[in-house]
């Protein structure tokens, strides 16, 4: 594993770095997001499978997965359900969780063509360098009728609040990431990699242009986080 004390991605997301930024965040990950969130993070993984409407036995692919928190959640529906991720790291630090685990690129999926019912990704197409390409990869490896939920950070949508917010990324959330995170510098990483993330519309015209259909999106917790979800037509 590389050595990744005091180390953060720069915005042109090279996969390498970035992979090797979550595998430095790993061993305390999913302490250091309930913490930054208020626990928010529960509601928001609840919220996304509910947005899949999951039926018992379908075949999802939980992108960005990390620790496979996510994709945990998601088998309570019954599905079947597999966790990627393109850090070593983060997938090591979820195997007590025993859901099926595949290392991999957003860009470039180890998947066959119309394999998958649904396919998700939570926090983690910030982090890919080519997003329309992610989100055509994602397109071929669903089936025909299959859909698509991308829960993300986004824009929120009360001014006053957003003004706060903006103010929290920068200043707080790096302070209380060093009290919590086995490497607090990726999180000024993942503030900077928010205020510049695309607002609601823009992601949904990013998933129309990829070849996703019926485009729609909801806001949670005041616009902080978006869930995109699209279908697979034809």
């Known amino acids: 594993m590389a050595k990744t004390e005091s180390f953060r991605a720069s915005l042109d997301k090279q996969p390498r770095e970035v992979a090797s930024m ?26 996304t499978r509910a947005a899949l409407a999951l ?14 928190v996510s994709t945990a959640e998601l088998r309570k529906s ?13 997938l090591s630090a979820g195997r007590s969780r025993q859901v ?19 396919v998700t990704i939570s926090f983690g197409l910030r982090n890919v ?7 055509r990869e994602m397109l071929r490896v669903t089936k025909p009728g299959g859909r698509l939920v991308v829960c993300e950070f986004s824009t929120p949508v009360i001014p006053g ?9 920068m200043r707080a959330l790096p302070r209380i990431a060093s009290a919590v995170s086995s490497n607090p510098d990726a999180y000024v990483y993942l503030a900077e990699s928010i205020r510049a993330w695309p607002s609601q519309s823009q992601l949904a015209l990013k998933l129309t242009d990829a070849g996703w259909s019926a485009v729609k999106w909801r806001n949670l917790t005041g616009g902080v986080v978006a869930l995109h979800r699209g279908y697979k037509f034809g």
């Open 78 to 90: 019954g599905a079947w359900c597999v966790a990627t991720d393109f850090s070593q790291g983060m």
């Open 55 to 68: 039926r018992p036995g379908e075949r999802v692919l939980d992108l960005a997965a990390g620790t496979a």
């Open 129 to 135: 360098a080519d997003t329309g390409l992610a989100l």
């Open 22 to 47: 979550f595998d430095g965040v790993a061993r305390r990950y999913d302490l250091t997001n309930t913490v930054l969130s208020g626990g928010r993070d529960r509601y928001w993984r609840r919220a």
């Open 161 to 169: 609040f957003r003004t706060i917010y903006m103010e929290y990324l």
């Open 100 to 118: 099926p685990m595949v290392a991999g690129d957003a860009m470039a999926l180890p998947f066959a063509d119309d394999v998958f019912d649904a």
